[in-house]
Nanobody, 125 residues
């Protein structure tokens, strides 16, 4: 299983970034997927998740209305559009796959243990 994130970088408050995750080594369209983030020294935080059929998404309150998660099963990619970035969005962002196919509790980062290497997002004025 491989999850490779890209698209992180430096942005100013109010700007946008888009993260992408290229996947391989598993049947992408039967797994719920998610984005989680972590600030050094702090716990992993749920950001957003999407069901395997793309019909259900779930967002942390802190990003609701600003971030959008979507998936492209043809290209086996997961994306996160981040708009109106805030200083508090600074973190390493990880693409994550559910532990088992077919089901996972969206909103529970512990059920998405398979993760990529992460991409740094820094929001600074």
């Amino acid at each position: 299983v491989q999850l490779v994130e890209s698209g992180g970088g430096l942005a100013q408050p109010g700007e946008s970034l888009r993260l992408s995750c290229e996947t391989s080594g598993f049947t992408f369209d039967i797994y719920h997927m998610a984005w989680v983030r972590q600030v050094p020294g702090q716990a992993v935080e749920w950001v957003a998740g999407i069901s395997n059929d793309g019909k259900i998404s779930h967002y942390a309150d802190s990003v609701k209305g600003r971030f959008t998660i979507f998936r492209d099963d043809r290209w086996r990619t997961l994306s996160l559009q981040m708009d109106n970035l805030k200083l508090t969005d600074t973190a390493v962002y990880y693409c994550a796959r559910a532990a088992r196919s077919g089901w996972a509790q969206l909103g529970n980062e512990r059920q998405f243990p398979t993760r990529g290497q992460g991409t740094q997002v820094t929001v600074s004025s």
